[in-house]
């Protein structure tokens, strides 16, 4: 796969919003030296849903926390919008990280004290412009469940909350690692069905990590990850709803 080809195959009419080229990132150094990206080129266009797959240790958490801005190259190219993430300093990166991104995590990182409404609303106070957080929740299909605690709800649910929670800010970016890791497949199913919704419906650049394989048939596009490269690359022709998988 070459760095045309990846280009080539970003559609006309789509933004680009990610360039990378020759993205790298060490960690230790001398013998301890680890080299979690080696190399990385590609482009990312905004609503494309991208289904990032390779075994642990292969660089995909890694390259998700340098597009979200929680971790920095440390040689190459990462722009977002034209905006040099490479050398943007922390004040910076936490705006953009407030303005731009929804993070959803394998673990839901709710705040157990307060009710599903009130951990939403929490994002929805510092956001640029935000939608209201019962409108977030309702996009969740937890209308019903606004003033219920985490221990009151299932994981599926919690999982729902957070996903309400990153889309309430309207990100234009939104970055899953895992988000079905810890569930069962009836649910993790519900929760790829509210990660879509939201792709959809608020055209976000949403990127997903994860170790099923069943999961590339929803995404527009796969990357295939290796020793820390793009090993290659798939197009979907159509997309399959995730109620559709075979799992």
């Not at 606004?146 to 970016?173: C, M, N, T, Y």
Request: aromatic letters at 4%.
């Amino acid at each position: 796969m070459t760095r045309d080809a990846l280009e080539i195959r970003l559609p006309r009419s789509t933004q680009t919003l990610f360039r990378a080229r020759g993205l790298t990132k060490v960690y230790g150094m001398g013998e301890t030296e680890v080299r979690a990206l080696a190399g990385v080129d590609l482009d990312l266009a905004e609503g494309e849903l991208v289904v990032l797959l390779g075994p642990s240790g292969s660089g995909k958490t890694t390259l998700l926390n340098n597009l979200g801005g929680l971790d920095v190259p440390t040689s190459g190219e990462l722009s977002y919008r034209g905006m040099d993430l490479t050398s943007a300093d922390e004040a910076q990166l936490t705006r953009y990280r407030r303005d731009s991104v929804g993070f959803i995590f394998q673990f839901y990182n709710l705040i157990p004290s307060l009710t599903a409404l009130e951990n939403v609303a929490l994002i929805t106070e510092i956001a640029r412009d935000p939608m209201p957080a019962e409108q977030a929740l309702e996009m969740m299909h937890l209308g019903g469940r606004l003033d219920h605690f985490p221990a009151q709800l299932s994981g599926g649910e919690q999982q729902r909350v957070a996903i309400a929670r990153a889309i309430a800010k309207r990100p234009e970016v939104l970055l899953c690692d895992e988000p079905t890791g810890a569930l069962d497949i009836r649910t993790g199913i519900v929760v790829l069905e509210a990660i879509e919704r939201a792709n959809r419906e608020l055209g976000t650049l949403t990127v997903l990590i994860t170790h099923n394989a069943a999961m590339a048939d929803m995404a527009d596009r796969v990357l295939y990850f290796s020793d820390g490269r793009v090993h290659r690359e798939h197009r979907n022709a159509s997309r399959a709803p995730a109620n559709s998988l075979n799992w």
